[in-house]
């Protein structure tokens, strides 16, 4: 059984930092996507950052030079580095992972719906202005 366990988030004034980790239990396979989403009140949910299998990370556009998501293999662990948060960063933040990969280029930042089979419970961001 795969389980998705998210730590970090909080609330931070504009322009502070926060950091976001994402632990796969029991994640075994060898071609992935895991990515990050936020769900702001009201919205619909979005992807903000994906890292595939081999080590690919692609970006939304809207946190592009802030964000920064990155994976550490050996643990299984997924992280987001969040610089320059703005209020409309505020938003439950959420992991997630695919048990494969069927496609190329954006296939990870636009998948296929229901692809990503594994999620975490949420992490709630606050900016304060």
């Known amino acids: 059984e795969v389980k998705v366990v998210e730590s970090g988030g909080g609330s931070v004034q504009a322009g502070g930092s926060l950091k976001l980790s994402c632990a796969v239990i029991g994640f075994k396979f060898s071609q992935y996507c895991m990515g990050w989403f936020r769900q702001a009140p009201g919205k619909e949910r979005e992807v903000v950052a994906t890292?595939?299998?081999?080590?690919?990370?692609l970006y939304v556009d809207s946190v592009k030079g802030r964000f920064t998501a990155s994976q550490d293999k050996s643990k299984n662990t997924l992280y987001l580095q969040m610089n320059s948060l703005k209020v409309e960063d505020t938003a439950v933040y959420y992991c997630?992972?695919?048990?494969?990969?069927w496609g190329s280029g954006d296939y990870c930042i636009t998948p296929p719906p229901g692809v990503y089979a594994y999620w975490g419970q949420g992490a709630q961001v606050t900016v304060a202005s």
């Open positions: 997630a992972a695919t048990a494969g990969v």
């Open positions: 890292v595939d299998s081999s080590g690919d990370t």
